[in-house]
Nanobody, 114 residues
Framework: VQLQASGGGLVQPGGSLRLSCAASGRIFSIKTMGWYRQAPGKQRELVAT???????NYADSEKGRLTISTDNGKNTVFLQMNSLKPEDTAVYYCNLDAGYRSYWGQGTLVTVSS
């Protein structure tokens, strides 16, 4: 299984970005897909996940600014991020939890700076 993330980049504070992650390969089941991030010098942390039946879970600090969604027909997960802050700067990693195994993408860098 391969996860290809895209959509990162440089954005000014208050701006928006939409991350995408497409899963390919032999996927037998999907429990959740989601996004985690790792800022410099910090541990990787949850941003948001979504179950195969569409139930979303967000980190408490991110509720209201983010929307996670999927296009299950194409095994793709999206993360719409609004009102971005400098502290959102991190490498964002896509995750697919198949239940029996967890898969990670290569990460996409989001930099929020003026």
């Amino acid at each position: 299984v391969q996860l290809q993330a895209s959509g990162g980049g440089l954005v000014q504070p208050g701006g928006s970005l939409r991350l995408s992650c497409a899963a390919s390969g032999r996927i037998f089941s999907i429990k959740t897909m989601g996004w985690y991030r790792q800022a410099p010098g910090k541990q990787r942390e949850l941003v948001a996940t979504i179950t195969s039946d569409g139930r979303a879970n967000y980190a408490d600090s991110e509720k209201g600014r983010l929307t996670i969604s999927t296009d299950n027909g194409k095994n793709t997960v999206f993360l719409q991020m609004n009102s971005l802050k400098p502290e959102d700067t991190a490498v964002y990693y896509c995750n697919l939890d198949a239940g029996y195994r967890s898969y990670w993408g290569q990460g996409t860098l989001v930099t929020v700076s003026s």
